[in-house]
């Protein structure tokens, strides 16, 4: 798995429980090293081992510590960039929504050597879609749980996100209800960030 992954992983650990905890993860995890280098690849069962420590130790299910990773992710001050990235989907919530069926393609024309999950959004009925993912990471669809969560505190729009399991192709399955657009003011935005001098 991608070093960046791995890394946002580390991140997420030290920023959300400390760098005791990370500490005590990769002596379970018997990693060898203590930090992941973001450029590059690490056999996959390395990372499952870690998010398998990394919930026992703070007794959380996976999937809760995955959806908390999702949030981390477009929420925390440290990683504000793939914010901004996400946010230039669309103006609103459901363009937002429509803009991860393009987040693969347009993230590898950064790094082409990224996994990132495949993603694919589409109308249920009226306020509801489907959000299908598959990645090589179990649990992928729980990060975008997270990651969809905090997007709608973002734009403001209250929705309802439940994620139903996997499919037999192994893909995970999100069904997003969004109940209202406009629910709250939503947080601030600007194409271009202030130069400040």
Sequence with gaps: ???????????????TYGPD?????VR????????????LSYPDHVSLEVLRCAARHLHKP?????????????????????RRLLRFGGDNYVEFLFSLNELEGRARLALPELEMPSLRVEPVKEGQFRLSCSHALPGAG??????????????GALVF?????WRDSGEETVT???????????????????LVG
Excluded: K
Excluded at 64 to 79: C, I, K, R, W
Excluded at 179 to 189: D, P, V
């Design 28 to 39: 379970t995890a018997d990693l060898g090293f203590d930090n992941f280098e973001a450029m």
């Design 1 to 15: 798995m991608h070093g960046m992954i791995n890394r946002a992983l580390q991140c997420f650990m030290r920023d």
């Design 21 to 25: 905890i990370w500490e005590a993860v």
């Design 62 to 82: 996976a999937e809760a510590f995955l959806e908390d990773l999702g949030t981390y992710l477009v929420s925390h001050p440290n990683v504000e960039a793939i």
């Design 142 to 155: 729980y990060v975008m749980v997270g990651v969809m969560r905090a997007m709608a505190d973002d734009y």
């Design 176 to 194: 997003i209800n969004l109940l209202e657009t406009a629910y709250t003011e939503g947080r601030s935005f600007e194409l271009s960030e202030r």
């Design 161 to 165: 996100l439940e994620h139903q399991g």
